[in-house]
């Protein structure tokens, strides 16, 4: 009898375990949702066959938890929504952290590049807001970006201005981090 009660005992410690229920995430209530997201564009591609036209939907979707953390993905479906849901799964995958200055603009001018398309990213002063055309201003507002001006140089594709867009992001460096590759401390720069 005193294993059985070691037994019970066990059970209820293993379901009051708070770092269990993070792990599994609250089965009584729905999940939290961590990020935004919003399609950037879908079109309708064709491939040509001997048996005729095959028709499916490619569609380019990005995510972001509007704090520095900025995702980009394609999928393609026959159906729409197959073809989104595609999508937001690999902009899941594909996250990465955009180094922001007081949680507002971007540390420096950068400009980025896919295929032909070039997109020039400028820091800005407090209260001048989101200054972008609509590819660059989904993915700017999606990571958290609040102050910056942008220019689209060279082609207008939304796929490519948006990779672009997440290219100078990436290429992004803050003091601190351009500090610890010359093995200085920041105040030495």
Known sequence: MANEEVKKNETKEFKKNPSRENRRGNANGPKEKLLDGQVVNIARVTKVTKGGRHMRFACTYAVGDGKGLIGLGTGK??????AIKKAEQAAGRNLIKVALVEGRT?????IGTCGR?????KKAKPGTGVI??????IILELAGVKDVVSKSLGSNTKVNVAKATINALKSERTAEHIAELRGKKREEL
Do not use: I, M, S
Not at 77 to 82: P, R
Not at 106 to 110: G, S
Not at 117 to 121: E, H, W
Not at 132 to 137: E, F, K, L
């Open 117 to 121: 398309a070039k997109v020039l990213l």
């Open 106 to 110: 971007l540390p420096h001018d950068v």
């Open 77 to 82: 479906a026959n159906e729409v929504q197959d």
């Open 132 to 137: 972008a055309g609509g590819t660059a201003r």
